[in-house]
């Protein structure tokens, strides 16, 4: 069973304003969050183990590397 933690964007932050209010519409930051959730990501979900703790979806992990 895979073991990731949720991924949801459109849970606002006490401190700081929520992501969708403080960035624009336009910024690069949801172009990145628009590719990266276009891809097939499944072989690298494959290979993940699920031991330890929850991990961080590979679509927040590769969107935080480009």
Known sequence: MVNFRPID???PYLLPPSV??????????R???DIVDQLDL???T?????????AYH?????GLFI
């Open 46 to 54: 494959r290979q993940y183990r699920g031991s330890g703790s929850a």
């Open 31 to 33: 172009f990145v969050v």
């Open 42 to 44: 499944l072989a690298l």
């Open 20 to 29: 969708e209010e403080w960035l624009p519409k336009d910024h690069l930051a």
């Open 58 to 62: 590979p679509t927040v992990m590769l």
């Open 9 to 11: 964007r459109a849970t």
